[in-house]
T-cell receptor, first 116, second 112 residues
């Protein structure tokens, strides 16, 4: 069964260091999402791609976060420099049918980031 | 602006009983979709059920059903015959045109 892949699963870093997360969506899924989820809260959308284009990055802290999906397939989310408040689960999701309401998102296992 | 509200931060239910998790939404879109996801302590998000705004029948998937009341803008999840494995966070979500919004979640604990 096709799955969204994410790596690493866990990351511990010190503040002011750079971190990067990778996501490989389900093959054929044009839309890719990066979410940040703080413990006990719902996922917060950071950035949404349609193919290689960003369609929504209004909640992305652009002074330290960047995201790219150069060939419209896999994607990388980077944080530089990391801050203590960045400790969270980072979820990647993909969906196949943009432009409809039945655009179920398929989620990867997430990357749990701890900033010390 | 779209908004999803889950007013129950935590709930308890006895094993084998039914439980309803509340979700209300606000949107000016005529066409939208409503989803429920389950998130166990391991962290993965598991799709449970979908309801389209034009669907006249309430969605059902096994022990899950969605009580869709369009006029009240509510989309409550009903879990019948609760099992210990149902203990998890549950998120209601809404989509309009290519946008996705999550509620704050309800933590369900199933007691043996």
């Amino acid at each position: 069964e096709a799955e969204v892949a994410q790596s690493p699963r866990y990351k511990i870093t010190e503040k002011s260091q750079a971190v990067a997360f990778w996501c490989d969506p389900i093959s054929g899924h044009a839309t890719l999402y990066w979410y940040r989820q703080i413990l006990g809260q719902g996922p917060e959308l950071l950035v949404q791609f349609q193919d290689e284009s960003v369609v929504d990055d209004s909640q992305l802290p652009k002074d330290r976060f960047s995201a790219e999906r150069l060939k419209g397939v896999d994607s990388t989310l980077k944080i530089q420099p990391a801050e203590l408040g960045d400790s969270a689960m980072y979820l990647c999701a993909s969906s196949f049918t943009p432009g409809t309401t039945n655009n179920e998102q398929f989620f990867g296992p997430g990357t749990r980031l701890t900033v010390l | 602006a779209q908004k999803i509200t889950q007013t129950q931060p935590g709930m308890f239910v006895q094993e084998k009983e039914a439980v309803t998790l509340d979700c209300t939404y606000d949107t000016s879109d005529q066409s939208y979709g409503l989803f429920w996801y389950k998130q166990p302590s391991s962290g993965e998000m598991i799709f449970l059920i979908y309801q389209g705004s034009y669907d006249e029948q309430n969605a059902t998937e096994g022990r899950y059903s969605l009580n869709f009341q369009k006029a009240r803008k509510s989309a409550n999840l009903v879990i019948s015959a609760s099992q210990l494995g149902d203990s998890a966070m549950y998120f209601c979500a809404m989509t309009g045109f290519n946008k996705f919004y999550f509620g704050s979640g309800t933590k369900l604990n199933v007691k043996p």
